[in-house]
């Protein structure tokens, strides 16, 4: 039986440099056996949609402490949708007020993840949300 | 010991006898850094000598400090990091500060001024102003100073990739009020090595922007003899996950490549080493934290006397700033980050620190309030003058244990210089990703520890309060208003400043790239003219060409 394994992109969308968490969740979607794609720091919403579709992947996951996530986010979402990708399961994390989470998470954002969440909860709770995803297109999971 | 009988007097064989059969916690006993400890600590651990690695404060190689007289001649500088929005909020937010008690100030500037882009660059879409404060000319500065005698404050600039930019405003600024280079004090952080390490806030690659490093503390030699140049700072290594060993390492690492850049551009070892100063973070683990001070003063010493033949003692000594560690906060239950700072803020003093931040309580979640800030501010206070720690000098040394740990962090620390010169030096290190590599495995070793459970966090993994809700603290929000405002104030000053003379300041800009005229000069004359943040630094970018990190995952 072939497994699908989900395929994710891990974006540093703006100017901020903290990468510490970008880099250990996509080491630890990686340990999960998910495909993990790093985009590198600095990238501009269209860059990020476009490794996006590029890759194909199934998730992207956004990362961000510098404060700008309500400007770069929703911009994001609409590179994604612009380019044919706007099915994929969007989360992201970092420095961002609960209001600001359900804000996004109303807003074409499946989840938000905030400081001290376990990596491995992320991880879990991503395969599961495939799984139920994978399912519905009738893939083997 | 197997000869000692149990009927010995003999107190360590009959404390050994009594550890052997007792139950002992089941919990980790190493260190933050994940360094194993013995359950204690004899004079066969320490064989410190009090010549050779002691000294006494303010005599060489400083161990227990770089003043005879440490916090009784003058206590440590209270200063708080701070920026958001406009030059004007953040002029507010430092006569706050001044009015109650700060004695420094300590800009934070915004991700946009920090990677040397104007506000009205589409790059800095969103960020205008939200982690510190926006500084896009000239103009600006002078209102961040309006109304602050810039020839009697010390001012700290956290900037490195466009440090000799702001520098160069800071210069103009002070100049149009009556100040000289010559009396203006203060640093700017312009540790350009640990942001490809870690930070990543750079500008240019590596070689040119040493080069501006290099020109810098050449002009500011002749004219600015009381700025200090870099603050090679270990602050933000930790803050991506490094150890306390590695953050020592690299940092002092870096401050030597900077020292073998000056004496290879024909400087004087010894005009440009005493303006060169420190900044390490204050993290968790009380010991090992003030051990890595002690550690980092000696280490220095011995470099720079020995290796790089300093003659004049304030080349030996690191004098050095102090952050309480911001990745140490939670945000969960967030009021105990007042009592993780304060401890922290402990640490930095007994090690000897000559100046200090210490975080806010509510951090983890948006930049600090007016009230978070003054908590912080007090805890420092309540050290400096309730607790007594500032008394007496290095009161720690002597300690087996603090003796042990800090020749056990001068040894990482050799092992590491050594493996960085087989690798080729810092920057082929960087260029390879040796030392991103390192802080990634040291940050994705500690997030396991967490999760599993053998590193404890309270609030997140321990004493966990079910059914948390949002926290209730106030949240300090940024006005959007900013951003535009400072569209309009760019697009007044293009619109009336006098295109001819910027055009000229940036052609000797782009010159001076090409030959070996001193930069910082024309980034000075180019403020006066008014040259935007973002037009300098593209001339930069044109000439020198970009970073591109290297990918190590």
Redesign the interface.
Known sequence: MSERRIRVLIGKPGLDGHDRGAKTVASVLRDHGMEVIYTGLHQTPAMIAEAAAQEDVDVVGLSILSGAHMQLFPKIRDELTSRGKGDVLLVGGGIIPHDDIDALEADGFAKLFGPGTKTTDIANWIEEEMKTRFEKEGDEV | MSTVEKTSSDPRALWEEALRGAKLRDVDFTTLSGEELKVIYTAEDASFSERDDLGMPGQFPYTRGVHPTMYRGRLWTMRQFAGFGSAAQTNERFKFLLANGQTGLSVAFD??T??G?DSDEE?????VG??GVAISSLADMETLFEGIPMGEVSTSMTINGPAPILLAFYIAAAERQGVPPEKIRGTVQNDILK?YQA???WLVAPEPALRMITDMMAYCSDHAPQWNTISISGYHIR???STAAQELAFTLANGMEYVRRGIAAGLDVDEFAPRLSFFFDSHLDFFEEICKFRAARRIWARKMRDEFGAKNPKSWMVRFHTQTAG?SL???QPENNIVRTAYQALAAVLGGTQSLHTNSMDE????PTEKAVKIALRTQQILAEETGVANVIDPLAGSYFVEEQTDRLEEQAEAYFKEIEERGGVVPSIESGFFQSEI?RS??KY?RAV?AGTKR?V??NSYVEEGEG?PEID?H??DPSVESDQHERLAALRGSRDSAAVESALAAVREACRGDANLQERFVAAAHASCTLGEIAQVLREEFGEFK?P???
């Open positions: 991700f946009p920090l990677m882009h790059i800095s879409l969103g960020e939200q982690v942001e930070q990543h806030a803050e991506a996950g990745v939670t945000a969960q983890t979640l948006s930049l990634h940050a994705l997030q999760e966090v609030g997140v949002q949240i929000r940024i990190e990918k190590i995952l």
